[in-house]
């Protein structure tokens, strides 16, 4: 009984240190998300306030935030697939180890797939750095003039 459990527990670490690396990097997400809701909300505040030039320069920056709040959710939404297909796997191993039937062409769909959504979520992760840059230099162009 102990040597099943322990070839359970076996097949499911693999996938639990994915999911425990995955929940690191969607913690980081969910914080640049955060943050860039909370600069949008100040700059639609300080554009209320604004005319001319300045407001202008605060709606460009405000576009572009959004267009990284988007690109955010997206990044969010693809780890969170990864984890749903990584959980599928622990679930899929235990019941495959203790009912003794593998279906192996199964699980490498689900962690190439689970894979596959963590390299999507960096490259929108590298794009949203991107577009943070852009903003700033809004920014700091407009003080320069």
Not at 59 to 75: E, G, M
Not at 97 to 123: P, R, T
Not at 128 to 138: G, P, Q, R, T
């Amino acid at each position: 009984m102990e040597a099943e459990f322990g070839n359970i527990l076996r097949e499911a670490i693999t996938p639990l240190v994915l999911i425990s690396g995955v929940g690191l990097i969607l913690l980081s997400l969910v914080n640049r998300y955060n943050q860039a809701i909370s600069r949008t909300r100040s700059l639609v505040s300080e554009a209320r306030s604004s005319q001319g030039e300045r407001k202008k320069c605060l709606n460009t920056q405000i576009d572009v935030v959004l267009k990284r709040c988007s690109l955010l959710r997206f990044s969010i939404s693809s780890l969170v697939v990864s984890m749903i297909l990584s959980s599928f796997i622990i679930l899929q191993s235990t019941v495959s180890a203790a009912v003794g039937v593998k279906s192996v062409a199964l699980l490498k769909v689900c962690l190439f797939s689970s894979c596959v959504f963590i390299i999507i979520s960096n490259i929108l992760l590298l794009v949203d750095v991107s577009f943070s840059l852009k903003a700033l230099k809004i920014e700091v162009n407009y003080k320069q003039e």
